[in-house]
């Protein structure tokens, strides 16, 4: 049943609010990606992830639904999602939609029916007596990943529900046989109507330790080492897999915060039967303590991370990303001070992405090189933004310029600033004031600017992409860095029988010299792909120029 095509496919994530404006309301909508089809072709991605764009209050932009088989009224109806879909399949684009089940929003009609206690909804959602002898206080000390306490009381019935995202998004009580079995209706439900596959948002957050104990103080969330894969965690996604994805030549990727090498094989490995792949956030974790604070980017601790994923038997599928919506962009964060060279840096960072084993995933923006904003207090959208700064003002003001500085190197609002079309108005995103700030960027970073030029980034990751499909060395060849611990360069091999192909990239901005060591020998080296024009040879010494990429075919 499973053709497993997601082994050779690039996939290309839209956040749909900040893609494109078909109406003229200012927020993006699937009129607008449809619009947009030939576009997403052109770029040689083979399947997209769509973000959230089901019916939803937007607390946090689609990711709190209210109703998981119908669009939300901004995006447009259920008949123009068809219309798109029609148009990616025709394309021989997939689908990958977004699964948000840990949660839903408050507005949903489970929900609503859930806090009447003699419903039989009550039991979809968490709720328990609260602490303290008048039952106040909460029932544990776990905070929400959006800060701030994670239950909510309701006066109603005298309770507290869980939410481990704002308190408009109540987490699900997977403890319930008949929420499960709702949930694969509902997968089965688009798969029906033609998804071809799903990521699941944290997904590793469903099953919850019995008993909901406190969690140890940590910073900056407390308790989630009793959410995080879960006592139960493994049976759930069998179930599921087994009640909806085994049914579908289907490919989903999990978002598995918390899942590591070690573990990993038991949940990806294709005899597992639970998810075809996950996102692993390691890292992304590299240039952030905590996931908050800034530290100094490291490459050669980015490579090791890395490769540890790289090196999962081959019954694992890896996957590989540079940003998503919830990260900000990957310039400068990976390739320091570029200076003049944004582009060239931009290369060097495709490069070293695309050539690793794995289903590589292309952020809207990143193939034209967007980059994070300069924004003041005022403009952040998030919800998380918006919570981090109320909650500094409330208990520690001394502390603003600070959160200030770090919100403008972390805050999930750098890659949803509105897609960059053109250097007219609005950027060409709408004809109307977008929905959230424009990076004043765009008049230089476009996409008809790089359409414009054979050399750009966005034609080289056109190059990229189709130098990459089909070749098994790639999908399938062994990976190993080469010269590990040099915090300069990023250089592996890729083999496969006779086939070997050396990815070299140099991460600074200036010259660097590179020996390549003495056991790796060839006869002849063909340059297949370089972000330079007068291309350099290779020999044992390299000079590379400033984030200088190639990639050789060696022989
Ligand atoms: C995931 C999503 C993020 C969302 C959260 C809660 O992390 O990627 O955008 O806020 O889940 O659904
Ligand atoms: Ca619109």
Redesign the pocket.
Known sequence: MKSRWYKDAVVYQIYPRSFCDGNGDGIGDIRGIISKLDYIKSIGVDAVWL?PVYKSPND??G??ISDYKDIMDEFGTLDDWKEMLDGMHARGIKLIMDL?V??TSDEHVWFVQSRNKDSKYRDYYIWRKGRGKDGKKPPNNWTS??VGPAWEYDEQSGEWYLHL?SKK?PDLNWENPELRQEIADMCNFWFDLGVDGFRC??ITYISKRDGLPDGKRAFPLIGQEQYVMGPRYHEYMRELNERSFSRYDSMTVG?S?GITPDNAVESIDESAGELDTVFSFDHMGVDFKMNVIPVKFNLAKYKKVLDRWQQLPKSCQPTLFLE???QPRCLPRFSGDYGNNREKAGMALAVAMLFMRGTPYIYQGQEIGMTNCAFEEKDYKD??AIRVFELIRKIFPPLMPYARKVMLKRA?DHARTPMQWSDGKNAGFSQAQPWMMLNPNYKQINVEDNESRSDSLLNFYRKALAYRKGKEVIISGDFSLVRPKDKRIFAYLRTCGEQRLLVVVNYKNKPVKFNLPQGLTFTRAQLALSNYTDLPTLSSQLRLREYEAAVYELY
Do not use: K, W
Request: proline share 0%.
């Open positions: 973000s946090d932009n990711y709190d948000v840990n949660h990943n959006f995202f998004q948002d944290v978002e915060i998503n919506h919830d919800i998380m999930r």
